[in-house]
């Protein structure tokens, strides 16, 4: 990344009348500023609005149901039928958009029910500290050990995930303990700092002080987080719908895969049945990592030397 | 150095014990009475299924109070009894996954070891040239974020069945058996390159994406700047900066563990290759609740022990966690 210096206008030589209000505009255009000239950020967020966008979209230019049997069998792309056919006659494009739509959804639930256990239990230890800190500390180290996916495959095969909801619910208390970890470092940090005990000298409550203090002073990085738990969440829930753990009921690009190995796809030669739910999740995932890095970039000034 | 052991073995032995809880936990949580809920779900012949009851209700035990059930679960567990598997009647959980451990081992093993060690290589290399921070940095980020099982069908369609440089699946030719023959082996490696390839790349993005931040973020700490300035040499430089940022990178090891070994199932099963993850996906399709709880039994302590390893691994590289100094 080229270094770009900031338009001198934009820092100075403002009216100090308007001081209460201006420097907060004026740090929301510097961001902006950055942000629409950080390549990486521009590039990784199209790929993801685009995504989300054919996820919304996509599913109303088709008439077919992504379940509907019926159509030619194991036709490759073609005008009638954009990314071809399954080898049971269903239609992949139908399949393709629904099942990015669930991807989103799964993805963004996931990652909020993760974010908000691991904002609770990041804020809580690293602000109390001592044994409150100890306690759960060894909490998120027991489930950091555990492998994901093994308590994911038990809990989903006997539960049989119904709808999308539970199983974002199931990958979201799993998804957790990375993000729990960073979030008390960062509250560790800022604990110690003036405007805290200044806070606390003031008589306002830990909630209070967590809330109004602690949380707005790190919100660039909890929304890094919740785009780095989006990611995962995504990338999880394609294993499970891969392993035929998902709701069976709902069309998702894991299952699709699941189905495209299990009727031999890949010994038929059938490409178009099994590359674009991966290139999907591929590109969602991807673009979301590529955002989180320019996003890093614009938030701190240090990193946009290079 | 002991009370860093001691640390790490009593979170190793809590979350083992958890790990159990949830095993034994999750059949008696299920709504129902567990054992019909269970027989009802097998598609096995009738006098199989009276055997299954037979044994459910010993193993589960429904008569006795809880405590005394958990304290058998535990028992049998220890013993490394699992039970018997639905999905291959005649054969106990122990047994099929001695079977199939060997294979996993094969692929995951060498995988990580070497996306490790080529992943903080090449990521150290990126940090300084900028030419290979702009090529290899995007194709890093997009390996992570590709699914395992996905990157498996590319690669079995482009290099398998298109270009039929390597088999489509299994683990060995068919008309062969296992055995220490050279004929063996070159069929076991051609059939195990594809899904270690798989693996390997994954995780490589990974690991050269953490290396080059860390390097990056070394290479700006006020030791390096004062190394710089006493005119020290880059290279003397760039050594201790490569030094600091294998210990976090050690610690990430630990962590990836559990996603690997998710890649690995995942990518067994795409490529027919008969371990543990092909197993899974077997009992999960025979809901063989046994062979599953078994499997994650495996993993659990399988992972628990990779972890203990690295730990030693961090005590021999950390000298910090020596002194008695926290490390980090």
């Known amino acids: ?306 | 150095m002991s009370r860093y052991f001691a640390r790490k073995i009593a979170i190793y032995l809590l979350t083992f014990f958890v790990a159990v809880t949830i095993d034994f936990a999750i059949p008696r949580l299920m709504p129902g009475d567990p054992i019909d809920g269970l027989i009802a779900r097998f598609q096995a012949d009738p006098t199989a299924s009276e055997e299954l009851h037979g044994y459910f209700t010993e193993s589960f035990g429904l008569d006795q109070p809880l405590w005394e059930q958990y304290l058998t679960f535990w028992r049998g567990l220890l013993q490394g009894d699992l039970g018997p598997s639905i999905a291959y009647i005649g054969s106990s959980v122990s047994e099929l996954i001695w079977a199939a451990l060997p294979y996993t081992l094969a692929l995951l093993v060498p995988a990580i070891v070497l996306s490790y060690i080529a992943g903080n290589r090449v990521g150290a290399l990126a940090a300084r040239r900028k030419s290979l921070d702009n090529t290899v940095l995007p194709a890093a980020y997009i390996l992570s974020a590709t699914p395992y099982m996905w990157l498996a069908l590319v690669l079995a369609y482009v290099l398998a069945f298109k270009l039929g440089w390597f088999p489509v699946s299994g683990a060995y030719d068919f008309s062969l058996q296992p055995a220490w023959t050279w004929e063996f082996v070159r069929s076991f490696l051609s059939h195990w390159f594809l899904p270690f390839l798989t693996l390997f790349l994954v995780a490589f993005g990974g690991w050269a994406i953490g290396m080059r931040n860390l390097i990056i973020y070394e290479l700006e700490a006020d030791y390096a700047n004062y190394l710089r300035s006493l005119g020290a040499p880059g290279r003397l430089v760039r050594r201790y900066a490569y030094g600091n940022a294998v210990l976090p990178q050690m610690t990430g090891l630990a962590l990836a563990l559990g996603a690997v070994v998710a890649g690995a199932l995942v990518t067994e099963i795409v490529f027919g290759y008969p371990g543990i993850g092909s197993l899974i996906l077997t009992a999960i399709q025979n809901r063989d609740y046994f062979l599953l709880q078994g499997i994650f039994l495996l993993i659990i302590v399988g992972v628990l022990i990779a972890n203990f390893i690295v730990d030693i691994a961090y005590v021999i590289v950390d000298p910090r966690t020596r002194t008695g100094l926290q490390g980090s």
Do not use: C, H
Request: proline share 5%; no cysteine; glycine share 10%.
């Open chain 1, 1 to 306: 990344m080229a270094t770009v210096e900031p338009p001198v206008e934009s820092l100075a030589g403002e009216p100090v009348a308007a001081e209460a209000t201006a420097p907060r505009r004026r740090f929301g255009y510097e961001l902006l500023y950055f942000a629409l000239r950080n390549r990486k950020l521009v590039v990784g967020l199209s790929v993801v609005l685009a995504l989300l966008v054919l996820a919304i979209v996509g599913p109303w230019l088709t008439d077919a149901d992504p379940f509907e049997f019926g159509y030619p069998i194991g036709e490759p792309p073609s005008r009638d039928y954009w990314l071809g056919t399954t080898s049971a006659g269903q239609d992949v494009y139908a399949q393709f958009v629904y099942g990015l739509r669930s991807s989103f959804i799964v993805g963004a639930l996931s990652a909020a029910i993760a974010s908000l256990i691991a904002m609770t239990i990041g804020f809580v230890s690293g602000y109390r500290g001592g044994i409150i800190d100890e306690i759960l500390g060894m909490l998120t180290n027991v489930v950091l050990v555990l492998p994901t996916l093994a308590v994911l495959i038990v809990f989903a095969a006997y539960l049989s995930v119904g709808s999308l909801v539970a199983e974002a619910v199931l990958i979201g208390v799993t998804l957790w303990p990375w993000a729990a970890r960073a979030i008390r470092a960062q509250t560790f940090s800022l604990a110690s700092r003036e405007f805290v005990s200044l806070a606390r000298l003031s008589g306002a409550g830990s909630t209070r002080i967590i809330v109004r203090e602690i949380a707005p002073n790190m919100s660039s990085y909890l929304f890094l987080v919740f785009i780095l738990l989006f990611g995962g969440g995504v990338l999880t829930a394609a294993t499970l719908d891969f392993l035929g753990l998902g709701p069976a009921q709902v069309m998702s690009l894991g299952q699709m895969m699941y189905t495209a190995v299990y009727s031999s796809a890949l010994q038929l030669g059938m490409w178009w049945w099994f590359i674009p739910p991966g290139l999907g999740i591929t590109a969602i995932v991807g673009g979301l990592y590529i955002t989180n890095v320019g996003l890093d970039e614009v938030f701190n000034p240090r990193l946009r030397e290079r």
